[in-house]
C-alpha cells in the first residue's frame, strides 16, 4: 500500500467522553468523534435517556438538559461494552442508575469488580440484579479507591463517580491509556478539578457545578496502529496523518525490531518496508505497554516473520481464538494458555474466514492484504464497530479490498 491516510477520532476516548457530557447543565460540542457503530448505539442510548443530539462531520452536540431517565433497556446497553459508563454518571445525575451489563466483544471475562468497588467506596449502594447494575446513592463522597488491576472501565467509571463526589477522590493503580487522559481533559474543560491522569493516581476534587464544553477527541491509538501494521504488512510506503506518535512507542519499537522503517514528527507516522520481517516476543500490558488491541494484528503480521515469535496475552484470555480462522489461510500457530508460539511461514493464503472479535477483524484484513489469492472474512460488522470507513481507507492506499454483505454481528 503507498500514499496517506489519516486517523480517525478515539474510538475509546469518545464513548467515555460522550457520556460524560450528561453531567454537566448545558450543552457539550465535541468535535473529531469517530462515525463508527459503537458512536451510532451511543447516540440511540442519549436520546433514549432524553438527551437532544446532532451528530454530523464528526462533530456531535449534546444537549443534557432534558435527561429524564436512569435505566436505559437491554437492547441499547447490551450492544457495547461502554454502555456502563452511563451507570455513574445517571448515578450523579438522578442518585439512581440502572443499566444492563456490558456487551462488547467476547475476548474472555470481562467483570466489573472493580468499577462496584470504586462506586462503593464513595458511597453508593450498588448490586447486579437480573443482569442489571443498579446504583444508588443519597450522596457521594470522595475517599480513596485501590484498584486491583490498572482496569481502563473501573478508571473510567470512578473517574466519572468522582466527579460528583464532595471532597478529594483519589484513585490508585489507575489505567494510563491516552484515552484517560483524554477524559480527564474532557472533565476538566467542563470544570471539574482532576490531576495525575496518566500516572498511577488520580486526584478529582469533585463535587464541583459541571457546564458543558468544546472539546476535540484525541487521534486513536489502535486504529494509528493499525494502519501502522498494515503498511508493513504490505511492503508499504505509507504517511499515517492526524496521529500521536508518542501513543505508537510501544508498536514502534516493535516494527523497528522486526526492520519495518518508522520515523515520525508532529503527528505524522512514516512507515515503510520491504516485505520481510525478523520475528520477535510480544508481550501485552496495560499503557505505556504493549496493547491488547493491538495483539492480533501484529501476531497476523507474525505469521509470515522469519523465526519465531513468542506472544504472550495477558489481559484478555480469549483473544487467541482468531489464530484458529489464521490456521486456516497456513499460518503455523501453537498456543499453551496465554501464550502463541506463531513460527513464521512464506506466504498466507487466501481462505474464507471470520471476524470473531472488532481486532479479530482487523487481524484478518491484514492476512488478506498479505495471503496469495482472495480472502473473504465474515463477521465484518464487528470491524464497523470499531474502525471508521476502514475498507475505504484501505483502498484509498491501493489495497484490493470490497465490501459484499454488512450483516449486524451479535454480542
Ligand atoms: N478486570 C477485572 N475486573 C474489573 C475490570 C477488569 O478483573 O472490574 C480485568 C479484565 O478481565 C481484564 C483486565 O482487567 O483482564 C483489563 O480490563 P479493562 O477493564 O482494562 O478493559 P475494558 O475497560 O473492559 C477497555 C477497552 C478495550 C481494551 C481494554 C484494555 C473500552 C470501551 N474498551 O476494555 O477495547 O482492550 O480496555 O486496554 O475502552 C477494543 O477496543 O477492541 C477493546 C476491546
Not at 133 to 158: F, K, Q, R
Not at 164 to 182: F, L, R, Y
Not at 343 to 362: I, M, P
Not at 390 to 400: M, P, Q
Request: net charge negative; proline share 4%.
Amino acid at each position: 500500500m503507498e500514499g496517506e491516510v489519516s486517523v480517525s477520532g478515539g474510538k475509546n476516548a469518545a464513548v467515555a467522553i460522550i457520556p460524560a457530557a450528561l453531567l454537566a447543565d448545558s450543552p457539550s460540542t465535541i468535535e473529531n468523534i469517530p462515525d463508527i457503530n459503537d458512536v451510532h448505539v451511543i447516540i440511540e442510548m442519549l436520546r433514549w435517556l432524553g438527551a437532544r443530539v446532532e451528530f454530523r462531520d464528526h462533530t456531535m452536540w449534546i444537549d443534557p438538559r432534558t435527561v429524564d431517565r436512569y435505566n436505559p433497556p437491554y437492547e441499547l446497553a447490551g450492544r457495547m461494552r461502554a454502555s456502563y459508563y452511563f451507570a455513574p454518571v445517571l448515578l450523579g445525575v438522578f442518585g439512581r442508575a440502572e443499566v444492563p451489563l456490558p456487551g462488547g466483544c467476547d475476548i474472555g471475562a470481562r467483570p466489573i469488580d472493580q468499577t462496584v468497588k470504586g462506586m462503593c467506596a464513595l458511597g453508593a449502594r450498588v448490586e447486579t440484579l437480573g443482569g442489571v447494575v443498579v446504583a444508588e446513592a443519597d450522596e457521594l463522597i470522595g475517599d480513596d479507591i485501590y484498584l486491583d488491576m490498572p482496569s481502563v472501565g473501573a478508571t473510567v467509571n470512578s473517574m466519572l463517580t468522582a466527579v460528583s463526589a464532595s471532597g478529594t477522590t483519589c484513585i490508585h493503580n489507575a489505567a494510563k491509556e491516552p484515552h484517560i487522559v483524554d477524559l480527564a481533559n474532557f472533565l476538566s474543560s467542563m470544570g471539574a478539578v482532576v490531576k495525575g491522569a496518566g500516572t498511577d493516581v488520580i486526584r478529582i476534587r469533585g463535587g464541583r457545578h459541571l457546564h458543558g464544553a468544546n472539546y476535540t477527541v484525541v487521534p486513536d491509538q489502535i486504529e494509528t496502529g493499525t494502519l501502522m501494521i498494515a503498511a508493513a504488512a504490505t511492503a508499504g510506503d505509507v504517511l499515517i496523518t492526524g496521529a500521536i506518535p508518542t501513543h505508537m512507542e510501544a508498536l514502534s519499537a516493535k516494527l523497528l525490531e522486526m526492520g519495518v522503517s518508522v520515523t515520525s514528527e508532529d503527528d505524522w507516522i512514516h512507515v515503510k518496508s520491504n516485505g520481510t520481517f525478523r520475528s520477535v516476543n510480544v508481550k501485552t500490558q496495560g499503557y505505556p505497554g504493549f496493547p491488547t488491541d493491538l495483539q492480533q494484528p501484529l501476531s497476523a503480521l507474525l505469521t509470515v516473520a522469519n523465526g519465531t515469535s513468542i506472544v504472550t496475552e495477558t489481559i484478555f484470555e480469549s483473544r487467541f481464538r482468531f489464530l484458529d480462522e489464521l490456521r486456516k489461510m497456513g499460518a503455523n500457530v501453537r498456543v499453551i494458555e496465554s501464550t502463541a508460539i506463531i513460527s513464521g511461514v512464506e506466504k498466507l493464503v487466501g481462505a474464507r474466514v471470520n471476524a470473531t472479535d472488532l481486532r479479530a477483524g482487523a487481524a484478518m484484513m491484514i492476512a488478506g492484504l498479505m495471503a496469495d489469492g482472495v480472502t473473504e472474512i465474515g463477521g465484518i460488522g464487528y470491524i464497523l464497530r470499531g474502525y471508521e470507513r476502514f475498507d475505504e481507507k484501505l483502498r484509498s492506499l491501493g489495497a484490493k479490498v470490497e465490501t459484499m454483505h454488512l450483516t449486524e454481528v451479535a454480542f
